[in-house]
């Protein structure tokens, strides 16, 4: 089975200096490969396969993580728009 990786993913890591990737398990037969960059600016591609999701962060060059680790995290939520001050608001 060939690689897919969609052109917007390839695309974020291309473009983005110091991306990023997160892989996890979100379903039963799903994996999710989140690319992060250092501003907090994200995007994601879902996989069949944990094996893929891993081929796909080494296919684009980037560092992986297994998992959420505590910097990863930080990086992830440092664009909080929420938290902001005149940021996106939740609804109530």
Known sequence: M???IPPDVARFAKLNLDVEVV???IGRDTWDLVLIDPSGNWTRAIFPSK???LAAAEFLGTPVHEGWDER???R???RDHWGQPGGQRRAL
Do not use: F, G, K, P
């Open 72 to 74: 990863m995290s930080q």
């Open 76 to 78: 992830m939520n440092r």
């Open 2 to 4: 060939a690689l897919r």
């Open 23 to 25: 892989v996890q398990r």
């Open 51 to 53: 094996e893929q999701a």
